[in-house]
């Protein structure tokens, strides 16, 4: 992660439109990722206030970014639409992709502790962000509890990805960590309501290996032999599991 000699102040991405969210008439009660993201359990009055705080969204085209090292912390960011990945800077420089993240997903909490960005947030894909004011949505928490909890959670839930994604690099054998990759992609696209065994791939087999720890030969050669072992079907970024259950079992997990 690379220290900054001097903190930016916090600005909107030079490329990003920024709308109104009371412009387009949509709000946590009616957002259908309200059930994966901070408003989950709250009831109508909660969610009514909670609607009043986040009142703009942040679009970005593919290739755009949210945030990078460096910049001010003011804010959480959930992810309404499209996928993104999160990256640090290696010791030795190299970009390293530590998140995939899509649908309901709560970004941006590395800035919590240093009041600034460790990472950068670059758009997968076309998305939209629902912009979360941390010091409004610290304060709401305050007089709403499940609030509150939902935020810890979100916290609790990033160091548990943390330190899996330390296990995998440690422990686990390459094709095990892809077997991993692919299993969760499919539990995470089934909680969203999609197809949990056909879907693309945003992320390129680089991507995917700086994010897994592999080089990308490995990764292109995993994804060749699954696919001849019928454990799946990949055309371009478009991937198929056939066997879901021999996946599972890479990994010593029961079906």
């Known amino acids: 992660m690379i220290i900054p000699s001097r903190k930016p102040p916090p600005a909107t991405p030079q490329t990003a439109a920024v709308v109104s969210i009371l412009a387009l008439k949509s709000h946590c009660t009616s957002c259908t990722m309200r059930e994966l993201c901070l408003p989950v359990g709250l009831d109508r009055d909660a969610l009514r206030q909670l609607d009043e705080l986040v009142t703009t969204r942040v679009r970005l085209k593919k290739g755009e970014t949210l945030y990078r090292p460096g910049d001010a912390f003011s804010a959480l960011y959930a992810l309404r639409l499209g996928s993104c990945k999160t990256t640090v800077l290696a010791e030795d420089g190299r970009e390293q992709v530590a998140g995939y993240h899509m649908l309901g997903d709560v970004i941006g909490m590395d800035g919590i502790g240093a009041g600034y960005h460790g990472s950068q947030a670059v758009a997968l894909e076309d998305s939209e962000y629902c912009v979360l004011p941390f010091d409004e949505l610290e304060n709401?928490?305050?007089?709403?509890?499940?609030?509150?909890?939902n935020l810890h959670q979100f916290l609790s839930r990033e160091i548990s990805r943390n330190h899996s994604l330390m296990l995998q690099l440690g422990s686990m054998r390459a094709e095990e960590r892809l077997a991993a990759f692919l299993v969760n992609l499919s539990q995470r696209y089934r909680e969203r309501g999609y197809s949990s065994i056909e879907f693309v791939l945003r992320m390129t087999r680089e991507e995917i290996g700086s994010y897994l720890g592999l080089k990308l030969e490995t990764v292109s050669r995993l994804?060749?032999?699954?696919?001849?072992?019928?454990?799946?079907?990949?055309?371009?970024?478009?991937?198929?599991?056939?066997?879901?259950?021999?996946l599972k079992q890479l990994l010593g997990q029961r079906c």
Do not use: N, T, Y
Not at 140 to 149: E, K, V, Y
Not at 223 to 245: A, M, P, T, Y
């Open 140 to 149: 709401l928490g305050r007089s709403i509890a499940p609030l509150q909890h």
């Open 223 to 246: 994804f060749s032999r699954f696919q001849q072992e019928g454990l799946i079907q990949v055309q371009g970024r478009s991937v198929i599991l056939l066997d879901v259950s021999a």
